[in-house]
């Protein structure tokens, strides 16, 4: 993988650059798409190439773990070639799903012992199998394993966990460097910065990751429940530390909000199931603006859906039949909103990288934000 920064914004720490994989180059800032177990939800791999335009999508290992299974990706040879996504992917570890699932698991110094949530049977995952699941599965850019600290938690916890957490990477590095990729093209390891909401540990972390100097890194434990503000305060100080010339992942964030503030700071690539889960749910991201499509205000409204999107669902459906589609409970509703919602997000970051380029990111972000961020 190699990482060049195109250009740097003169009046923050916004870059745009490029991130080149195997299986294709990706103009960053980015935002990917979440796809699970593989797919994602009610979208076809055509329309996220071809109207979505995302350039990189993400699988999570414990789902695609439990559901397939390791070994029908293995006899597709990979997941690109079994989801029909040909282009780059990423995969979380599943260390995030370990933290979500805190009553059916166990943390121990070797790993974690959990029961699936499918069918209750138990697995253990070491950040060694974690590197060969995720070999298997053959994403071109595969997470380390780490532990998620819930929010709040108390220093101790915290600390605790961080060290574990940087065990198990000097774990994942060592087995990743010591081992191929199965299918022919170039995989790359991110580690992950954690430390709860502690500054100190925070600082820590990213110093310990950033000695690693591996081709990318990543920032994880935030969008747990804490406040904004220090969700805002533990991704500077990552930023602050974290290599320049290598790309900076921020996990499971956010808002249209959120991403342009980190984008300012310095955040490269990002990821959420906002856009489809709200999709889904009726509620719908425009440049303009935030709109419930269940509000009786939009019954009568035979106006597209965006008339400043390229979008062929935003121009050929009116806001009354997407409200229809929601009342009635009709599974169209959703994937309409969720194709929009991820329209919108690949456009926003798009065009923060297009202002970053033309010099004026600051000023524009100060003139669109309060517009994606109010309720119409």
Known sequence: MKFSITKNDEKSNARAGLLETDHGTIETPIFMPVGTVG??????????????????????????????????????????????WNGPMLTDSGGFQVFSLAHRRKITPEGVLFQSHIDGSKHMFTPEKVMD?????????IMAFDECPPYPCDYKYARNSMEITHKWLDR??????????????????????QGSVYKDLRKESAEKIASLNREGNAI??????????????????????????????????????NILDCIEMGIDMFDCVMPTRNGRNGTIFTRNGIMNMKNEKWKNDFSV???????????????????????????LGGMIGSIHNLHFYLWLVKEARKHIMEGDFTTWKSNILPKVSQRI
């Open 133 to 141: 699941i995720q070999r298997i599965i053959g994403a071109d850019i």
């Open 172 to 193: 994942c590095c060592t087995h990743f460097d010591n081992t191929e990729p199965k299918y022919g093209y170039n995989q790359t390891l991110f580690p992950i910065v």
């Open 39 to 84: 797919s994602v939800k009610g979208i076809h791999a055509r329309d996220l190439h071809e109207d979505i335009k995302a350039e990189i999508i993400l699988g999570n290992t414990y789902h695609l773990y439990l559901r397939p299974g390791i070994d029908i990706i293995e006899q597709a040879g990979g997941i690109q070639k079994f989801n029909a």
């Open 220 to 257: 994880g434990g935030v969008s747990v429940g804490e406040p904004i503000d220090l969700m805002y305060e533990m991704t500077e100080i990552a930023c602050s530390i974290l290599p320049k010339d290598k790309p900076r992942y921020l996990m499971g964030v956010g808002t249209p909000a």
């Open 305 to 331: 859906l965006d008339s400043e999107s390229d979008l062929f669902a935003d121009q050929q459906y009116t806001k009354a039949f997407l409200r229809h589609l929601f009342t009635a409970h009709e599974q």
